[in-house]
């Protein structure tokens, strides 16, 4: 999504974007853009590991736990276009972006990636919309690379993240309360990982209530050994 310049823009943007796909946690959020920085040659990129709000001082720190191959920089986030350059990035959406990316998606999944657009040597005066799309096409490599990074690390979290086996079959069956239903929705992952060849229905088929299928399951976990086979 093209969100255009300026941090009201980029808020607009994500939230029309959640609920326009209607965007899940494991999913990868992108920023991709331009910054300047007073030394960094014009056409490099960074992926960013510290936003700052220039105005309201606000920071925030990307978890970056992925492979990837990109030298990583801190960024401050403006109101206005700025040709005071300084060791940081600088840009106008990053930090609309993570704050309302963050509210919305898991934190590992939310990344900013920038390339120099401007420096003390080449400042902003220079650069049009054309260089800006010469700029972003010289690292599209960069970025499929982090995109399909990002994609097989949301996989992964997508899985950890699944509804268990059976979960709503229980639960239309046998009365929970929320509270229950977190209860029951942890013991039935950890008797998917420790259990994986015993069938849970038949354990629980002749229990009456709630409590004690949550009862017979947690006694199960701490009756039995936790054995890891090669």
């Known amino acids: 999504m093209i969100t255009g310049p300026g ?3 980029t808020a ?3 939230t029309y974007h959640h609920a326009r796909i209607g965007t899940q946690p494991a999913d990868c959020w992108l920023n991709i853009g331009v910054a300047g920085h007073k030394t960094i040659p014009v056409g490099e990129a960074r992926l960013i590991n510290k ?3 220039k105005q309201s001082n606000a920071t925030w720190y990307p978890q970056i736990i992925f492979k990837h191959n990109v030298s990583c920089a801190a960024l401050i986030t403006l109101d206005k276009p700025s040709a005071t350059y300084q060791s940081s990035l600088f840009d106008m959406e990053a930090s609309a972006f ?3 990316a963050i509210r919305l998606g898991t934190a590992e999944m939310i990344h900013c990636l920038k390339v120099i657009s401007d420096n003390a040597s080449q400042t902003m ?7 800006v799309k010469q700029m972003i096409t010289a690292q599209l490599e960069t970025i499929n690379d982090l995109v399909e990074n990002l994609r097989t690390f949301s996989h992964e979290l997508a899985l950890i993240n699944a509804e268990p086996e059976h979960y709503q079959t229980i639960i239309e069956q046998w009365h929970f309360t929320q509270s229950e239903r977190r209860q ?3 013991l039935l992952r950890q008797w998917t990982t420790r259990f994986s060849d015993q069938e849970v229905l038949s354990t629980i088929d002749r229990h009456k209530t709630a409590q004690a299928i ?3 399951l947690e006694d199960q976990m701490k009756n039995t050994d936790f054995v890891i086979h090669d």
């Not at 005066?125 to 260089?131: M, T």
């Open 125 to 131: 005066s220079s650069v049009n919309a054309s260089d």
């Open 184 to 186: 029951l929705f942890r």
């Open 12 to 14: 607009a943007a994500v």
């Open 7 to 9: 941090k009201l823009n």
């Open 214 to 216: 949550i009862r017979t």
């Open 98 to 100: 993570y704050q309302m």
């Open 51 to 53: 936003i700052t709000d």
